[in-house]
């Protein structure tokens, strides 16, 4: 009797959990409890500014918005060389992962606007 309780609570969570998958997969609910996930999450739903300096280094090393949305999508933050405790406004070091593991970004982070300072390219 109890392993067809068994049985029955495993089938059941296993249609709901299919259910639920589908449910948010259509929402395009994103789940960003990590430390990077919601620090680039921050940083993304800002109004994007540019320093002229990084201007001329995306000129200078053919980088365009559209690379600079995805690390900003799925990069790694460097919470050591940047300074994300600066008042008012918070500093961080990103770099970004598979092809553009060899850029890296320097960001500002304010109430209101995300600047991007300085681009790299190692």
Do not use: H
């Amino acid at each position: 009797m109890l392993i067809k309780r068994i049985l029955y609570y495993l089938v059941g969570v296993a249609i709901s959990s299919v259910g639920v998958y589908f449910f948010w997969q259509k929402k395009k609910a994103t789940f960003d409890y990590g430390m990077d996930a919601r620090t680039l999450k921050t940083i993304r739903i800002r109004t994007r500014l540019f320093t002229s300096t990084a201007i001329n280094s995306m000129q200078k090393f053919d980088i365009d918005s559209l690379k600079i949305s995805t690390i900003l999508n799925n990069g790694d933050v460097d919470f050591g060389r940047g300074n994300p405790r600066e008042k008012p406004c918070a500093e961080y070091y990103i770099t970004g992962k598979k092809e553009l593991k060899k850029v890296s970004l320097l960001v500002k982070r304010c109430d209101s606007s995300a600047t991007i300072e300085n681009v790299f390219f190692d």
